[in-house]
Nanobody, 124 residues
Framework: QLQLVESGGGLVQPGGSLRLSCAPS????????IGWFRQAPGKEREGVSC????????YYTGSVQGRLTISRDNAKNMVYLQMNSLKPEDTAVYYC?????????????????WGQGTQVTVSS
């Protein structure tokens, strides 16, 4: 069964950092566009960042610009989301998703595979 597994979430103080990892099971990521989404309680799932196939393009939603960095390591078959200067409003469950297409999308139904999510809590 093809799936993704996220890790690296946790509790961090405002201003702190976390690095989320996304690992596939049963397929390689180099042919997929990878997106990171988040969902806070009572809110819809939103696209946070995306890297297209071959990293031709990357995307960040406005509220995370300059604080989050998405990267891909094809040799390790991993995608990462480095999160710096975290704010309480970043608190959410973070999901990685894979899309068998060349370009990024923020539309949840565009993605073929999803992970189970990892909780990020930013609080003092």
């Amino acid at each position: 069964q093809l799936q993704l597994v996220e890790s690296g979430g946790g509790l961090v103080q405002p201003g702190g950092s976390l690095r989320l990892s996304c690992a596939p099971s049963g397929f390689t990521l180099d042919l997929y566009t990878i997106g990171w989404f988040r969902q806070a309680p009572g809110k819809e799932r939103e696209g946070v960042s995306c890297t297209s196939v071959n990293d031709r393009s990357t995307y960040y939603t406005g509220s995370v610009q300059g604080r989050l960095t998405i990267s891909r390591d094809n040799a390790k078959n991993m995608v990462y989301l480095q999160m710096n200067s975290l704010k309480p409003e970043d608190t959410a469950v973070y999901y990685c998703a894979a899309r068998f297409a060349a370009d990024c999308s923020n539309y949840v139904p565009d993605y073929d595979y999803w992970g189970q999510g990892t909780q990020v809590t930013v609080s003092s």
